[in-house]
């Protein structure tokens, strides 16, 4: 049986179709390109429709509407009246560190917690606002829930064509697969491998095929907003200084999140940086925004990370979690290490929402 690691597939996919590797910063307007584009630099920079675009945009403007308002009260007054600790998270106000300043809310419901006696509610600003942040919070939220579900679905095809199953009617992800077999020579022996089905094998039985869609499907990704009880939509507002009190601020250092896919908004404030997979560098992907931006100082463009619960959905091994195997070529859907530069052009406002598994 032919052994064959994802990375490999990639590659063999490419020589047979004759594709150039995707640029690190080029535009995807599909989730079946920002898979692609994932599988290869562990992000993608994806284009939002116009709706969600609007979407994001109105949600920007309830944000800053609340930080300007918050600006007024001590930070004490603000979390003591938005902010609420359920199995251990914070969520609503928080202020992680002397940089930023935190809205955390989790818009499947108004009940988070893991069980009826403990649960409460999340906590919203309606008394400030007329509840216009959590409307808008629950529609971006709803909106970019989808488009990270269908980033993960593509992600997964591109998992189990490696492993050889899932095969399409037509045949042609097995002719595929013959095609990479005889261009096998140019995979490295050393590559992590998984399984796949060589065209002239045996159609397997329907127990190993379920025995390998099983092993697909590592962890539970919720698939509506209903479902999504641990996934934040996450408005950080950074204070644009890098010294207070004559000490150096860190707005955010390299780290990678736990989540399975991590959707973050570009803004006219160039400010987060990626690690790029393919070539080890950081790079700054705002820096395609600014042709773009809205009045909320939002563009319709999203950057997607791989998180890392990722690579367990695609059923894709990793020898080590340490973040300084970041970059490891053999794992093909390790999670993407980022940061936000010390340097900022000015106060800077971000949205993120983290799909999470259970």
């Known amino acids: 049986c032919?052994?064959?690691?994802?990375s490999s597939w990639l590659q063999s996919t490419a020589d047979m179709t004759d594709c150039i590797v995707p640029s690190p910063l080029r535009i995807c307007t599909t989730s079946k390109e920002a898979a692609t584009a994932i599988a290869h630099h562990?992000?993608?920079?994806?284009?939002?429709?116009?709706?969600?675009?609007?979407?994001?945009?109105?949600?920007?403007?309830?944000?800053?509407?609340?930080?300007?308002?918050?600006?007024?009260?001590?930070?004490?007054?603000?979390?003591q009246k938005y902010r609420m600790i359920a199995d251990g998270d914070l969520f609503g106000y928080n202020v992680p560190s002397a940089a930023k300043v935190l809205f955390r809310a989790i818009c499947s419901d108004e009940i988070i917690g893991g069980n009826s006696s403990s649960s409460q509610k999340q906590p919203w600003p309606d008394d400030m606002d007329g509840g216009e942040l959590r409307c808008a919070s629950v529609d971006v939220a709803s909106r970019l829930h989808t488009l990270l579900v269908g980033?993960?679905?593509e992600v997964t095809l591109i998992a189990k064509e490696c492993m050889g199953i899932g095969s399409s009617s037509s045949g042609k992800s097995e002719g595929r697969m013959r095609q990479a077999q005889r261009k096998r020579k140019r995979v490295s022996s050393s590559a992590t491998t998984c399984n796949a089905i060589p065209g002239n094998k045996k159609k397997?039985?329907?127990?190993?095929?379920?025995?390998?869609?099983?092993?697909?499907?590592?962890?539970?990704?919720?698939?509506t907003l209903e479902e999504a009880?641990?996934?934040?939509?996450?408005?950080?507002?950074?204070?644009?200084?890098s010294i207070v009190n004559?000490?150096?601020?860190?707005?955010?250092?390299?780290?990678?999140?736990?989540?399975?896919?991590?959707?973050?908004?570009?803004?006219?404030?160039?400010?987060?940086?990626?690690l790029c997979r393919s070539t080890q560098q950081f790079l700054c992907p705002e820096t395609l925004s600014k042709s773009t931006l809205r009045e909320s100082g939002f563009s319709d463009l999203v950057c997607v990370m791989a998180g890392d619960q990722l690579r367990k959905v695609a059923n894709v091994?990793?020898?080590?979690?340490?973040?300084n195997d970041k970059g490891d070529k053999s794992d093909t859907f390790s999670a993407c290490v980022h940061r936000v530069k010390d340097k900022l052009e000015h106060v800077r406002l971000s949205i993120t929402y983290e799909l999470r598994g259970t």
């Open 204 to 223: 397997e039985n329907s127990q190993d095929s379920t025995k390998k869609d099983a092993a697909i499907g590592t962890i539970h990704v919720p698939r």
């Open 2 to 6: 032919l052994q064959l690691s994802i």
């Open 229 to 241: 009880k641990y996934c934040p939509l996450d408005y950080f507002l950074y204070h644009g200084k």
């Open 151 to 153: 980033c993960v679905d």
């Open 42 to 79: 562990s992000f993608a920079i994806l284009r939002l429709d116009s709706t969600t675009a609007a979407s994001l945009d109105r949600a920007g403007r309830a944000a800053r509407a609340f930080f300007s308002s918050t600006q007024q009260s001590r930070p004490e007054v603000n979390t």
């Open 246 to 274: 004559d000490k150096p601020v860190i707005n955010c250092s390299e780290h990678i999140d736990r989540g399975v896919l991590i959707c973050v908004s570009l803004t006219g404030v160039p400010g987060l940086e990626v």
């Open 317 to 323: 091994a990793m020898d080590t979690d340490s973040l």
